[in-house]
């Protein structure tokens, strides 16, 4: 119907907007488009696309930790905040 294709042309224009391609399908990897279906058949021929995903979940696994870190800290700061106040001994 019309309504349909008007969203798949939005859909499209919004593509060529964020990627540069009209492709469909188009493929992420940690936010990053590595292209549609042939491109995916490409980079797996060449060995290369387990790498792309094997960094990027490397990368969100460090980004992870960190902010897990940064938690971590924020809590110990508050609990020696809490201890060391004025009603300590």
Known sequence: DEQGWDSRAAIVAQLITLTGRRTVPNVFISGHSIGGSDDVHHLHDEGRLLVKIADAHSKAAS???????????????????????????
């Open 63 to 89: 980004a992870q930790t960190g902010a897990d870190d940064e938690h971590k800290n924020q809590s110990t700061v508050e609990l020696k905040a809490e201890t060391t106040g004025p009603d300590s001994v």
